[in-house]
């Protein structure tokens, strides 16, 4: 893999460039994002840049794991020909303009994280102008980001086709995410309760059990279990509105922190 700091050294060859972009603490949940786009592109670039503005003043962006050398050989091996790996400084010169996502972005993660996605939806458009990939590929762990990801690409016109693909989840259901690496043993033993509880309400919604019972009934096994539940909501797969009915496109959507740890995870009602 080709190891590229600067945007000047940045090439532009005319071929179809498939870009999955990481803040690194690379896990299978990338590299199926990354083998997704081998299959599906000439060139495929991994940016790995831990971005500062989607990060709250209480969060965890200066121990937010980092390791380069082992990012890299993993998109390697899974199909990477460039890894973009800039500075802060060298994404970050001025920080006058920023994209702001209305609508999409205010509920859920967005209330509960503070300038999170404009500082997403801000880099996520540079890195696109910086790159300018063919497509892009996200994970649907992070729902609400790719949703506010869409919206942004359609409202600014911006070229690129998206990809949204599954969550990858460990052989007990946790979902990957690089925070799990947070979880002490007996939090993790926990862990999986999250996805259990959103397909347990999934089931009972199907059933035609009130969705307000079914929810109501989740996040109380969950804080009886030990969790901090944030939000466990019914919304609309598109504009995140909470529903209290199911409807076509509904999806599960919830965050809960176990000890200092923040999990979010959601499912298609479909599921
Ligand atoms: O999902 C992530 O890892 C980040 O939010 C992203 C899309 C790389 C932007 O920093």
Same mark, same amino acid.
């Given at each position: 893999v080709k190891i590229v700091r600067t945007i000047g050294e940045l090439d532009h060859p005319d071929v179809v460039t498939g870009f999955v972009p990481t803040m690194g603490a690379l896990h299978e949940g990338h590299l199926s994002l990354i083998r997704a786009a081998r299959a599906e592109c000439e060139r495929v670039v991994v940016s790995l840049f831990v971005n500062p503005?989607?990060?709250?003043?209480?969060?965890d962006f200066t121990r937010y794991p980092r390791d380069e050398a082992w990012d890299g050989e993993l998109a390697s091996d899974a199909g990477a020909d460039v890894l973009f790996s800039p500075s802060v400084e060298e994404i970050y010169r001025g920080r006058s303009t920023w994209v702001e996502v209305e609508?999409? $972005?205010?509920?859920?993660e967005g209330a509960r994280r503070p300038g999170h996605f404009r500082g997403v939806a801000t880099v996520v458009a540079k890195l696109f102008n910086i790159v300018a990939p063919t497509r892009a590929y996200f994970g649907l762990k992070d729902y609400q980001q790719c949703r506010v990801i869409a919206r942004m690409v359609e409202d600014l016109n911006i070229p690129v086709s998206l990809s949204f693909l599954e969550t990858i989840r460990e052989p007990d259901g946790l979902a990957l995410s $690089?925070?799990?690496?947070?979880?002490c043993p007996q939090e993790r033993a926990l862990a999986p309760l999250l996805y259990e509880q959103l397909l347990s309400a999934s089931a009972k919604i199907r059933v035609g059990i009130d969705v307000d019972e079914a929810i109501g009934e989740a996040a109380s096994q969950l804080e009886a279990s030990g969790f901090n539940v944030d939000y466990f909501a019914l919304v609309d797969?598109?504009?995140?509105q909470k529903l209290h009915r199911s409807e076509q496109d509904a999806r599960l959507i919830a965050a809960a922190k176990l000890g200092q740890t923040r999990l979010i995870d959601n499912i298609s009602l479909g599921t």
């Open positions: 503005t989607q990060f709250g003043p209480t969060e609508g999409v $972005s205010e509920d859920w $690089s925070r799990n690496r947070y979880l797969g598109f504009t995140l």
